[in-house]
């Protein structure tokens, strides 16, 4: 999964399916946008390192599933 800056539109999440790419747009203000809909109790900074430890989990997961098959 990356987030690419498509232009001066905004920003997307590209996330590979196979032999394509699902795409999704991000809103401009994506707090402002989730605040409608998502609550929480925690703090955005820890949102955040709980985000980066899943997807640094996720990346080694990966990373083990294709050693595996090239191995």
Do not use: C, H, N
Not at 42 to 63: C, F, H, M, S
């Amino acid at each position: 999964m990356a987030v690419v800056t498509i232009d001066e539109r905004g920003k997307a999440v590209v996330i590979p399916a196979g032999s394509f790419f699902v795409v999704i747009p991000v809103p401009a203000d994506p707090y402002k946008f989730a605040g409608s809909w998502l609550s929480t109790e925690r703090a955005v900074k820890e949102l955040k390192v709980i985000a980066e430890k899943r997807a640094a989990e996720d990346a080694i997961d990966r990373a083990k599933r294709r050693t595996q098959l090239f191995s």
